[in-house]
């Protein structure tokens, strides 16, 4: 099964666009949306239990409160195919 598109920022200016996917045979939900800025980023390495820098190869992404469902749906989707 290929990435489910699952939704988009419903405010979007369709160029910087916050966007949910489920690819449910990764079982893996994915997410685009905005950089932190350095000083979110430095309190969410310092207040996280892994006691580091986030590494290169991970992303902390903002996502408007907004994509709440869409969170969901991706959610729902991916746990959907795990019962299969």
């Given amino acids: 099964m290929a990435v489910e598109f699952v939704g ?4 979007t200016d369709l ?5 949910v996917w489920a690819d449910a045979e ?4 994915l997410l685009q949306g905005w950089k932190p800025s350095t000083e979110t980023r430095a309190q ?6 892994a006691r580091g820098r986030v590494p290169d190869s991970e992303a902390i992404v903002r996502i408007p409160a907004r994509m709440i469902p869409m969170i969901r749906e991706a959610c729902d989707a991916v746990e959907r195919a795990r019962l299969h």
Avoid at 8 to 11: G, K
Wanted: proline share 16%.
């Fill in 8 to 11: 988009i920022d419903p405010e």
């Fill in 15 to 19: 160029d910087h666009c916050p966007t």
């Fill in 26 to 29: 990764a079982q893996e939900v």
């Fill in 44 to 49: 969410c390495e310092t207040s996280s239990p």
